[in-house]
């Protein structure tokens, strides 16, 4: 895992806590990078070259995160590095392989310097965690040995997730514990699976040195395995997203519609102190949560007068074929009930399937709050947007029979202190 997010704010020459925290594990990261080059031993040269060349080769084609983040297997480079050999050759390693793929890569020194140095905190503490757990300091034995080279393993992880993900929340604004379980889900099976390639990697060096090149094949369909996965996400979402989006505007009155519903969502969930996972399904399927309305024709759809009972029920289809639509796709599947559900009642006397109070999910119910407020304060072809206080108290009318009071509540705090 590499930084990619050293936005230009972060050193831009005032005081903040991004540039003072990133400071901090520039200079620990150096001293560490100065103390590796001092113990460069000179008797282990073609160790050192092969390992250098081993760890760039592991740095290039990065996989790009939906975070910001990259990741490689640069890990289990690094963490067979300071198990086989010692601190020095994983820190001027990983320092070498860093440098010359941001070079490459055109990618600042800012973030060059901020990498290499994340990278040298993260061994060390691996490399740390590992010598205090060997029973022994000889030479490397893996029944016994066995334990701590994965606590190392774990430590490198822990480290690394907490060092990347503290410098993208202080800098983004983000919430740290929301920040870091995000990076944690998403990045998890790619370490995961990187864990048992380390030891492979130790274990086969240890047989016979030249047996590691058995794991280059490996390690490189992992790696584009796990390249395709997030492209196809991205995809996905960016897709699902760019449709939601053609649909609102073929009404010119519901033009970012989506989106708008999608931040309101997102002030709700903030301040009710959703789970970050809850948090983000419920963000995803916000913004989309009107896909459904691609099967209603037009003349149905623009229509600017009183729709007949056989047309309304083509519009209210639009929850139920949205759920279908999005059950389907592995990335909205947990948030595909929330569409189904974003136009029951609280009282039981919504649609798709009338649903009553807390059978509705949470989801649902936040998002029919934050969906019929910024309808009420849209420009409708028959008649001018609601001011923010006249759809509040109309929202307000509604609590405990259209909406959940609960969030309710909470809405308005939001926009009364203008959160939004
Ligand atoms: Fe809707």
Redesign the pocket.
């Known amino acids: 895992m590499s930084v990619d997010f050293v936005k230009k704010h972060l050193y831009s020459g005032s005081i903040n806590p991004a540039g003072t925290y990133q400071l901090i594990i520039n200079l620990l990261g150096l001293y560490l990078i100065y103390r590796a080059a001092s113990g460069w031993n000179t008797d282990m040269l073609w160790v050192y070259i092969f390992w250098l060349l081993f760890s760039t080769v592991a740095e290039l084609k990065p996989i790009s995160m939906p975070n910001n983040d990259q990741l490689t297997v640069s890990f289990a480079v690094h963490i067979s590095a300071q198990i086989l050999f010692g601190l020095p050759l994983a820190i001027l390693s990983s320092t070498f392989a860093n440098i010359v793929t941001d070079l490459i890569g055109r990618r600042g020194w800012k973030k060059m310097l901020f990498n290499v140095s994340q990278y040298s905190i993260t061994i060390y503490c691996s490399w740390f965690v590992y010598q205090f757990l060997r029973p022994g300091s000889g030479p490397l034995d893996l029944k016994s040995d066995f334990l701590a080279m994965v606590m190392s393993c774990l430590t490198y992880v822990l480290v690394n997730f907490v060092l990347v993900s503290t410098v993208i929340s202080l800098s983004q604004g983000t919430r740290w514990i929301r920040q870091l379980t995000n990076d944690v889900k998403l990045e998890m099976i790619h370490f995961a699976t990187l864990v048992p390639v380390s030891l492979l990697i130790v274990i086969l060096y240890n047989y016979e040195p030249l047996s590691i090149v058995i794991l280059l094949l490996p390690l490189a369909m992992a790696h584009f395995s796990f390249d395709n996965y997030m492209t196809l996400r991205t995809e996905t979402k960016n897709t699902i997203e760019v449709l939601a989006d053609i649909i609102d505007k073929r009404d010119a009155y519901t033009a970012q519609h989506s989106l708008r519903v999608a931040n309101y969502c997102e002030a709700i969930a903030h301040m009710l102190k959703l789970k970050p996972s809850d948090y983000e399904t419920l963000i995803t399927a916000a913004r989309v ?2 896909l ?2 691609i099967s209603v024709p037009d003349s149905i759809l623009l229509k600017d007068q009183c729709l007949k009972p056989e047309e309304r029920s083509v519009i209210n289809d ?2 139920i074929i ?1 759920f279908n639509i999005l059950n389907n796709l592995r990335f909205y599947k947990s948030g595909a009930m929330f569409v189904c559900h ?2 029951e009642r609280y009282d039981g006397t919504g649609y798709p399937k009338g649903l009553k109070g807390d059978q509705i999910p949470l989801g649902a119910r936040i998002m029919a709050v934050a ?1 019929s407020y910024d309808a009420m304060t849209s420009d409708r072809p028959y008649r001018k947007a609601m001011t923010a206080e006249v759809a509040l108290a109309e929202i307000i009318k509604n609590s405990g029979t259209q909406f959940d009071p609960q969030i309710v509540e909470v809405f308005i705090e939001i926009i009364r202190s203008e959160r939004i």
């Open positions: 949560h009107d459904g309305k639009h929850a949205g974003h136009h969906d």
